[in-house]
């Protein structure tokens, strides 16, 4: 497994992304105090953060290592998460073209289905 614990992430309170084959992918993250809202429920802003980077490299590898960035996302809100918690995503590459990649993910808790994604990325 990468810690994705660079740049915008870094300040996130890290991301651990595993590739599983060349369209799949795993991430996990636990839910921290800083992940909150004023409502003590993991804020949607974080959530997205984590699908976008989670789809976002898995979309960069699907392309060749080459950049790519995000033209499209899509995040539904299915349950709240809480503080402690670890969440599991599974990140699938739906479709690369010469130019686009299209990507899904799916969010969980021990219980759960918390967010459902999906989103499209430009290779640059």
Same mark, same amino acid.
């Given at each position: 497994?990468?810690? *994705?614990?660079?740049?915008?992430?870094?300040?996130?309170?890290?991301?651990?992304?595993?590739?599983?084959?060349?369209?799949?992918?795993?991430?996990?993250?636990?839910?921290?105090?800083?992940?909150?809202? *004023?409502?003590?429920?993991?804020?949607?802003?974080?959530?997205? *953060?984590?699908?976008?980077?989670?789809?976002?490299?898995?979309?960069?590898?699907?392309?060749?290592?080459?950049?790519?960035? *995000?033209?499209?996302?899509?995040?539904?809100?299915?349950?709240?998460?809480?503080?402690?918690?670890?969440?599991?995503?599974?990140?699938?590459?739906?479709?690369?073209?010469?130019?686009?990649?299209?990507?899904?993910?799916?969010?969980?808790?021990?219980?759960?289905?918390?967010?459902?994604?999906?989103?499209?990325?430009?290779?640059?």
């Amino acid at each position: 497994m990468n810690e *994705t614990n660079h740049g915008f992430m870094k300040h996130n309170g890290g991301l651990i992304l595993k590739k599983i084959d060349e369209f799949n992918y795993e991430l996990e993250v636990k839910i921290k105090n800083i992940h909150l809202n *004023t409502g003590k429920t993991v804020h949607g802003g974080f959530l997205s *953060t984590i699908a976008d980077s989670g789809m976002g490299t898995a979309a960069h590898k699907a392309a060749g290592n080459k950049r790519c960035v *995000t033209i499209s996302l899509d995040v539904k809100f299915i349950r709240p998460a809480l503080e402690g918690q670890v969440l599991n995503g599974v990140i699938k590459v739906l479709k690369k073209t010469s130019s686009l990649v299209f990507v899904e993910c799916k969010i969980y808790n021990l219980k759960s289905i918390v967010t459902l994604s999906s989103g499209v990325w430009k290779i640059l």
